[in-house]
């Protein structure tokens, strides 16, 4: 077993490839540095860096150890980060945030349930808009979003709504009178798309390119927020697939909703980035998925 200062010295010296850096941010010398590869190499019975006056590069086999080590590394440093925060108990802040207004009730009595069993922890409630939602939650400034699936890239809790599908279109528009439409019908109108920022496999299950029998479907103008797009709806510049709340939340006179007999209901839940599973975000996935059962 290597130990552990053996780990963080090749660790760390592989990814500087400098001695000097190295020593400076293990607040170590250069020669205990060196000492330490050595010992390294002997034990494993290869070099792991090239070493010249001027450059430090790892060997195949070092490089392949390192690539070994790093997920490992990981793992311990994130048990022990679990393990502190469940002997400290769920303290600190959480930034949680709803992407669409039907998903705000769910969102507020989730977090309602989690101030109850964790009331030194503070939270922090925002909306986030298609533009910001994903990179939210990469950056840091969100820790779990509430929103559709497929969300690409994220974990994902339990589904915690469902809702059917329906047809967006103008008011005037030829199918607005419709009992029903089929995922057929979007391959003889423009859709309107999605903002470029969208997750491109939220986009293929929305917008797709292709109805279910092959055909393709035309692109409609791209709007860059959900009401834009159900603007451009309005103008008859093209149609979308939307879930049914919408007609709740977004009733507009100039836009008929038309159900969709043949196609799959949308689902929404909690996601965030895998890398940010901190207790804190366990314990709120658990409570939305509670208060969901609850309703």
């Known amino acids: 077993m290597l130990e552990r200062h053996e780990v963080e010295t ?4 592989a990814e ?30 290869a070099p792991l860096f090239e070493r010249t006056s001027r450059v430090v590069r790892l060997t195949p086999i070092g490089h392949r150890l390192a690539g070994d080590l790093r997920p490992l590394v990981a793992g311990m440093e994130d048990a022990i980060r679990r393990a502190v925060e469940a002997g400290r108990g769920v303290t600190g802040a959480l930034r949680v945030a709803f ?10 009595r989730a977090v309602n349930l989690f101030r109850e069993r964790h009331p030194d922890c503070e939270v922090h409630v925002h909306e986030a808009q298609l533009a910001n ?8 400034s969100i820790d779990v979003l509430i929103a559709a699936y497929p969300f690409d890239g994220m974990a994902n809790g339990p589904a915690l709504l469902s809702e059917g599908r329906v047809l967006a279109v103008a008011a005037g528009h030829p199918l607005a009178g419709a009992e029903s439409v089929s995922l057929e019908v979007l391959a003889d109108h423009p859709v309107v ?11 293929r299950d929305r917008t797709p390119d292709r109805t279910p029998s092959g055909r393709p479907v035309p692109r409609g103008p791209v709007g860059n927020t959900f009401s834009e797009m159900l603007s451009l709806v309005a103008m008859d510049r093209g149609v979308l697939p939307v879930g049914e709340h919408t007609r709740r939340y977004y ?24 890398t ?8 709120f996935v658990r409570a939305a998925t509670d208060t969901a059962r609850r309703g």
């Open 10 to 13: 090749f660790l760390t010296l």
């Open 16 to 45: 500087e490839l400098h001695f000097g850096r190295t020593a400076e941010r293990l607040r170590v010398t250069t020669g205990r540095i060196s000492h330490v590869v050595k010992k390294l190499e002997r034990r494993i019975g």
């Open 99 to 108: 992407l669409g207004e039907w998903t705000a009730p769910v969102l507020l």
């Open 133 to 140: 939602s994903r990179s939210s939650l990469v950056d840091g």
């Open 193 to 203: 798309q999605y903002p470029a920022v969208t997750s491109a496999e939220f986009k």
């Open 251 to 274: 009733p507009r006179p100039d836009v008929a909703y038309v159900p969709i007999h043949d196609a799959p209901p949308i689902r929404r839940g909690p996601v965030w980035l895998e």
């Open 276 to 283: 940010n599973t901190t207790e804190r975000v366990r314990e």
